[in-house]
């Protein structure tokens, strides 16, 4: 694949973050010891009893499409549970999984418009350890409906219902220090990549020069 067709996040961690996170951690000698984004795990299930089934989750299925770009399945319930009137089979809610170039694109839209919207800081620090897997590093965490996001304008009619989705950042690290996952992932939330355009100390010393500039003329 020729490097122009890579996402940025992707040649950024290559580029800049490589260099760094071989000299934090001794155990890794290659940039392919290096930890990489594998897959994003998405759902967004219901709290309640469906009770018309794919009919009343199409809105959200709708929405979470708008949002990934790509195609979602439907949850089922795995067993019965008669305290809840859930039987075995009945639509629970959606999900997809993304990979490359969609993964990274969902995730630099998670770090730079609806990470910042969140209460909580970005949740890098609590991985855990995939079962029977040493070399998987799974983030977890659950994403409320934010007050902003580009695919809101025109189809906030399927958004509306939505109240949370949770999202799992699934990383490999093929050798070395699996502690630098998060490492990575905070790496990538620095200024002049996403959408947020510049950082604040960037802005307040644009601002200080052009109150300094306005004041001499």
């Known amino acids: 694949m020729a490097s122009g067709s890579r996402h940025r996040l992707v040649r950024y961690g290559r580029e800049v973050l490589s260099p760094l996170l071989l000299l934090k ?39 979470m499409e708008l949002l990934t770009g790509r195609k979602w399945h439907w949850t089922v319930a795995r067993k019965s549970v008669a305290n809840f009137k859930q039987r075995k089979g009945d639509v629970t809610g959606t999900a997809c999984t993304l990979k490359g170039h969609h993964a990274m694109s969902f ?12 209460s909580t800081p970005l949740p890098w620090k609590g991985g855990l350890l995939g079962k029977g897997k040493p070399e998987i590093r799974s983030f977890h965490f659950s994403v409320r409906m934010p ?17 949370a989705f949770n999202v799992a950042v699934v990383c490999k ?8 996952a998060a490492s990575m992932l905070s790496g990538m939330q620095v200024p002049g990549i996403g959408w947020h355009g510049y950082h604040r100390e960037d802005v307040k010393q644009a601002q200080l020069k052009w109150r300094e500039e306005n004041a001499q003329a």
Do not use: C
């Open 25 to 63: 951690s001794p155990a890794s000698k290659h940039p392919h010891q290096l930890p990489t984004v594998e897959k994003i795990a998405i759902s967004a299930n219901e709290n309640r009893l469906l009770t018309h089934g794919k009919t009343e989750a199409m809105p959200h299925r709708a929405a």
């Open 173 to 180: 690290v093929p050798r070395g220090d699996v502690r630098l």
């Open 107 to 118: 995730l630099e839209k998670w770090i730079y418009i609806l990470g910042p919207q969140e």
């Open 147 to 163: 007050k902003f996001a580009p695919e809101w304008d025109k189809s906030w009619e399927y958004f509306k219902a939505l109240k």
